[in-house]
Nanobody, 124 residues
């Protein structure tokens, strides 16, 4: 059974960098035709796809986040990490990691395994 678990700071100050790590168990992030992604639901908004990293290590990002986002991985720990720079209070919400079956990204119906989500508050 594939399980994903997010871990993050909970509170980030405006203009700082948000960093959240997803730990995967039950599957390797380096094998198969899978993409390991990040999504968020900001307060009062719908679910947004942020980006993903493939099993070979390549990343694809939503253009809305591209210049501020990095997704990296630690294959020794079977983890992948989201960094979102220059955050604003409007980006307060729940951040999810999930396994994506679609190389193009962006389709929430293509995600088959989800973490429980982690609440992030951007506030001074």
């Amino acid at each position: 059974q594939v399980q994903l678990r997010e871990s993050g700071p909970g509170l980030v100050k405006p203009s700082q960098t948000l960093s959240i790590t997803c730990t995967v168990s039950g599957a390797s992030i380096t094998t198969g035709w899978y993409y390991w992604g990040w999504l968020r639901q900001a307060k009062g908004k719908g679910l947004e796809w942020i980006g993903h990293i493939s099993s070979s290590g390549g990343s694809v990002y939503n253009p809305s986040f591209d210049s501020r986002t990095s997704i990296s991985r630690d294959t020794t720990k079977n983890q992948f990490t989201l960094e979102l720079r220059s955050v604003t209070p409007e980006e307060t919400g729940v951040y999810y990691c999930a396994r994506d079956l679609d190389s193009r990204g962006g389709r929430t119906e293509a995600f088959d395994c989800w973490g429980r989500g982690t609440q992030v508050t951007v506030s001074s």
